[in-house]
């Protein structure tokens, strides 16, 4: 999904039609995400390339009664989800094992134990099956998942991703060429976002449930800070905002969570605001890319479109069930990969539940 500003429609086919081989026009590359509380299977490739299969299981009830996301828990479902969704995503397909060139599997960052029941399915798979295992960064499927929309960004372009535990500005000037710009020195925008959910009672997930509750509210009624604004840098902060939340909870009564829970999400979206904007000024980039789960937020998205509609810029984003963990990323990234490479990544790549993207390698297409 994209907000255009007069660009034409060619150049996102341009940028499509650079990641393909021609020498490998059908090849099927089949994607498992295992790194938290979803499991996700898809299968990406095909002429024209284009998403043939995409499921997914989501563990949020599983996990909401202890409150957050159980590790042994989040484990043990994907164990029981795997196989059946990757059956299911075949026969949505209409493919065989036989029709596939590679399986692409989460290899981190995220939950050590999770990762490994996704790693260890893809490589018996691939090496069952006779065809290469590619470990994906779960974060470069995030900052790629906008290229699975019909109008996808060209390169470079400025990338925000705001998914878990994560939020991070990179200069992207192609696949595995990033530059990390900067990123949160404490907690995560989704990490304050459930953070405050939980002091306003709203349960798990709360990210969610406090965007709900913050349509209730009235936007002139409390005025949050926007950490790390009042001085240059690329940087964030959110825990001052999340401490912000709770002196704001304990001074007021029930009746003002609504206004309070506005205030919070209003101040998050105008810090990313205002530092994507430092950002696209930085660099000289005129695209913006944001990807992961807190960029399905609805207010987060407006104040983004604001800014980018004032700088003259582009706008990119995936669809809501794009924005959170999924195997369409996963399949996707792979196959780019895959497609570029003539030695993918050997069955043995062990999990990485800590894997700074920047220590990616560039690829070239096309």
Same mark, same amino acid.
């Given at each position: 999904m994209?907000?255009?500003?007069?660009?034409?429609?060619?150049r996102?086919?341009a940028?499509? &039609? %650079?990641?393909?081989?021609?020498?490998? =026009?059908?090849?099927?590359?089949?994607?498992?995400?295992s790194s938290?509380?979803?499991?996700?299977v &898809?299968i990406?490739g095909? #002429?024209? $390339?284009?998403?043939?299969a995409?499921?997914?299981?989501?563990?949020?009830?599983?996990?909401?009664?202890w409150?957050g996301?159980? =590790?042994?828990?989040?484990s043990?479902?994907?164990i029981? %989800?795997v196989?059946?969704l990757t059956r299911?995503?075949?026969? #949505?397909?209409?493919?065989?094992?036989?029709?596939?060139a590679?399986?692409a599997?989460t290899?981190?960052?995220?939950?050590a134990g999770?990762?490994?029941?996704?790693?260890?399915t893809?490589?018996a798979l691939?090496?069952?099956?006779?065809?290469?295992?590619?470990g994906?960064?779960?974060?470069?499927?995030h900052?790629?998942?906008?290229?699975?929309?019909?109008q996808?960004?060209e390169?470079?372009? +400025?990338a925000?991703?705001?998914?878990?535990g994560?939020?991070?500005?990179? &200069?992207?000037?192609a696949?595995?060429?990033?530059?990390?710009?900067?990123?949160?020195?404490?907690?995560a925008a989704?990490?304050?976002?459930?953070?405050t959910?939980?002091l306003?009672n709203?349960?798990?997930?709360?990210?969610?449930a406090?965007?709900?509750l913050?349509?209730?509210?009235?936007?002139?009624?409390?005025?949050?800070?926007?950490?790390?604004?009042?001085?240059?840098?690329?940087?964030?902060?959110?825990?001052?905002?999340?401490?912000?939340?709770?002196?704001t909870v304990?001074?007021?009564g029930?009746e003002?969570h609504?206004?309070?829970a506005?205030?919070?999400?209003?101040? +998050? $979206?105008?810090?990313?605001?205002?530092?994507?904007?430092? $950002?696209?000024?930085?660099?000289?980039f005129a %695209?913006? +890319?944001?990807?992961?789960?807190?960029?399905?937020?609805t %207010?987060?998205r407006? #104040?983004?479109e604001?800014?980018?509609?004032? #700088?003259?810029?582009?706008?990119?984003?995936?669809?809501?069930?794009?924005c959170?963990?999924?195997?369409?990323?996963?399949?996707?990234?792979g196959? +780019?990969?895959?497609m570029?490479?003539?030695h993918?990544?050997?069955?043995?790549?062990p999990?990485r539940?800590?894997w700074?993207?920047?220590?990616?390698?560039?690829?070239?297409?096309?």
């Amino acid at each position: 999904m994209v907000r255009r500003l007069g660009t034409p429609r060619r150049r996102g086919e341009a940028a499509r &039609a %650079r990641l393909r081989d021609s020498r490998m =026009p059908h090849m099927w590359v089949l994607g498992i995400e295992s790194s938290c509380d979803e499991t996700g299977v &898809a299968i990406y490739g095909g #002429q024209p $390339a284009s998403l043939r299969a995409h499921v997914l299981h989501s563990q949020v009830k599983l996990h909401a009664e202890w409150g957050g996301v159980v =590790p042994e828990l989040a484990s043990r479902d994907h164990i029981r %989800r795997v196989l059946p969704l990757t059956r299911e995503a075949l026969t #949505q397909a209409g493919l065989a094992p036989k029709d596939l060139a590679g399986v692409a599997y989460t290899a981190g960052p995220g939950l050590a134990g999770a990762l490994l029941v996704g790693a260890s399915t893809a490589r018996a798979l691939a090496f069952a099956w006779g065809v290469p295992a590619i470990g994906v960064h779960h974060m470069e499927g995030h900052l790629l998942a906008p290229m699975l929309e019909e109008q996808p960004p060209e390169f470079p372009f +400025v990338a925000l991703l705001i998914s878990g535990g994560h939020t991070q500005l990179m &200069a992207v000037r192609a696949v595995g060429d990033y530059e990390l710009l900067g990123e949160s020195l404490d907690d995560a925008a989704g990490e304050a976002f459930d953070k405050t959910a939980k002091l306003l009672n709203l349960g798990y997930p709360g990210g969610p449930a406090l965007s709900k509750l913050a349509e209730q509210g009235d936007p002139a009624r409390f005025k949050f800070p926007r950490p790390m604004t009042d001085r240059p840098g690329l940087d964030f902060s959110f825990s001052g905002l999340k401490t912000f939340a709770l002196t704001t909870v304990q001074g007021h009564g029930e009746e003002a969570h609504a206004d309070i829970a506005r205030a919070f999400e209003e101040a +998050v $979206a105008d810090t990313l605001a205002i530092k994507c904007r430092r $950002a696209l000024v930085q660099t000289g980039f005129a %695209r913006l +890319v944001i990807a992961g789960g807190v960029s399905a937020n609805t %207010r987060v998205r407006l #104040q983004l479109e604001a800014m980018v509609h004032a #700088q003259g810029a582009e706008l990119y984003f995936p669809r809501p069930e794009f924005c959170t963990d999924n195997g369409a990323m996963i399949a996707y990234a792979g196959w +780019v990969r895959l497609m570029a490479s003539e030695h993918p990544a050997a069955l043995s790549l062990p999990v990485r539940p800590r894997w700074p993207m920047t220590e990616l390698q560039p690829i070239t297409a096309g």
